[in-house]
Nanobody, 115 residues
Framework: QVQLVESGGGLVQPGGSLRLSCAAS????????MGWFRQAPGKQRELVAV???????NYADSVKGRFTISRGNAENTVYLQMNSLKPEDTAVYYC?????????WGQGTQVTVSS
């Protein structure tokens, strides 16, 4: 059974930074992508950033230049470094992994940007 466990969310002031982590346990055959989505209250879930097995990365326009996605030394880990956070970044952030014909979601971690 595959599980994605996220950590690193919390409350931060505008302009601050947070680092989200996601560790996948269990057997995932041939990981293709690891990424982060977010969902704010009353809004649809949206892609924030994704990293492919090749190392290629893609970001939502709203976070380009502020967020960085990376893979850990352990293959089944992914990070999201979030800098210059804004109140509009407030959301539940979900880790997402694809491998083979499957897709997996984490339980979500709350990020709140407020003074």
């Amino acid at each position: 059974q595959v599980q994605l466990v996220e950590s690193g969310g919390g409350l931060v002031q505008p302009g601050g930074s947070l680092r989200l982590s996601c560790a996948a346990s269990g057997s995932i055959f041939s990981i293709n992508t690891m990424g982060w989505f977010r969902q704010a209250p009353g809004k649809q879930r949206e892609l924030v950033a994704v990293i492919y097995n090749s190392g290629y990365t893609n970001y939502a326009d709203s976070v380009k230049g502020r967020f960085t996605i990376s893979r850990g030394n352990a293959e089944n880990t992914v990070y999201l470094q979030m800098n210059s956070l804004k109140p509009e970044d407030t959301a539940v952030y979900y880790c997402h992994v694809t491998g083979g014909q499957y897709a997996y979601w984490g339980q979500g971690t709350q990020v709140t940007v407020s003074s």
